[in-house]
């Protein structure tokens, strides 16, 4: 029998908004899940936002203020779209409340936030799903399933790379992602957070890494008003960027692999570059978000001059079925958040995990502080 779950959003700018969208389409996708979502609430502190969302998707209230929805007995699961600096607050006082929790990476600003919420979530005998949505991609699963099976060989080495141009513009307005208080580290947080999670979700633990970080643009003018998304700004008080830009990490895997993680939201001529390439004793694989239903996979017995096929996902890779009956029919990113509310609510209905978790948040968070301790230093950090 389906049941209904009371479901509430925190923060409507972008992410917000792709939550509320997937919550709607879970029912298109996943007809069997055992709960159906039911708009209670969406927070949002800017005049006037929360309203224009309930209006547009059908919530059944609106609130400037969070508390309100962590008082509320109708909401029983939260989406946590809030800026970074606000996700421990709002993560732990969710939990102590008694919801579970969809919650965006990096989950607050460091490790130590990553763990408070997901320590308030296990004291409570909640469910909580983390917005790493790439390994949700089908061809990503593949990739996984190859290395996992032994079809490419011990892997040897990878690169990930996930380079966007979103900070490019030097009239990008000095919003919280470039303060250290609010934002955190930067680039680290915002994309290499999703490299340390494929790296992980591919390959395994991280052992020990070194890293090296710049800011390239140091100034930005402060905003004058509300923003959203990566908004410029011409004419307000330059302020210092305080994060960084950009980040190149060298890793050491538990399996003896090893591995090149480099991010930066300031490449010019880059669009959500972001992507893999696994190499093993005896293939690779290779796979390009912009590209999201391919894999690029070279297995055999060649070694030397061996080629690389290319491998359209379909029904059986990952969570495809759910979305097109054949190979090579396109799926896009909100797809894959759409597998991402499935594993959340999945989890809520059978109260057990789906999906990436607050275990994974921390992990990541670790492998991020590690980074910043690496590039202050200049030398090899171990991880727990």
């Known amino acids: 029998m389906v049941r209904s779950l009371g479901v509430a959003v925190v923060g409507f700018g972008w992410m917000g908004r792709v939550h509320t969208q997937a919550y709607q389409r879970i029912a298109h996708h ?31 209230s609106t609130t400037r203020d ?7 007995p109708r909401v029983r699961a939260v989406s946590i779209t809030a800026p970074n600096f606000l996700h421990r607050e709002i993560g732990v006082a969710m939990a102590e409340a008694g919801k579970h929790i969809w919650i965006e990476k990096p989950v607050g600003l460091t490790a130590e936030d990553a763990g408070a919420v997901a320590d308030a979530v296990a004291k409570n005998g909640l469910q ?25 060989g011990t892997v040897t080495h990878v690169r ?106 300031v490449s010019v001529g880059e669009q959500n570059n972001y992507g893999f390439e696994v190499h093993g004793t005896k293939g690779a694989v290779l796979w390009d978000f912009r590209r999201m239903g391919e894999l690029g ?3 055999g017995t060649t070694y030397q001059d061996q080629p690389v096929s290319t491998v359209y996902v379909g029904p059986g890779h990952g969570e495809y079925a759910a979305f097109q009956p054949g190979a090579a029919s396109s799926m896009g990113y ?14 809520v209905a059978e109260g057990v995990p789906y999906g990436a978790t607050l275990a994974d948040a921390v992990h990541s968070a670790l492998a991020l502080d590690a980074m910043s301790r690496s590039a202050e230093r200049g030398a090899w950090v171990d991880l727990p």
């Open 30 to 60: 996943f007809p069997q899940v055992a709960v159906r979502p039911e708009l209670v609430m969406v927070a949002e502190e800017v005049p006037g936002r929360a309203q224009e969302a309930a209006e547009q998707f059908g919530f059944a």
């Open 66 to 72: 969070w508390r309100e929805v962590a008082a509320d």
């Open 128 to 152: 909580a799903t983390v917005g790493f949505n790439y390994r949700n991609a089908p061809a990503v699963a593949y990739a996984r399933e190859l290395i996992a099976s032994g079809e490419i």
């Open 160 to 265: 990930i790379r996930l380079f966007s141009d979103y900070a490019a513009h030097p009239e990008g307005a000095l919003t919280w992602r470039y303060e250290r208080d609010r934002g955190g580290s930067g680039v680290l947080g915002d994309l290499a957070s999703h490299g340390v999670d494929l790296a992980r979700f591919l390959l395994g633990d991280i052992t020990s890494l070194t890293a090296d970080t710049a800011v390239f643009i140091p100034e930005r003018a402060r905003p004058t008003g509300a923003t959203a998304g990566h908004t410029r700004a011409t004419g307000g008080e330059l302020g210092p960027v305080e994060n960084e830009d950009y980040v190149n990490c060298l890793l050491r895997f538990a399996s003896g692999a090893r591995g090149v993680l480099e991010a930066c939201r």
């Open 297 to 299: 996979v070279s297995r």
């Open 334 to 347: 909100d797809d894959l958040k759409v597998i991402e509310a499935h594993a959340f609510l999945r989890s």
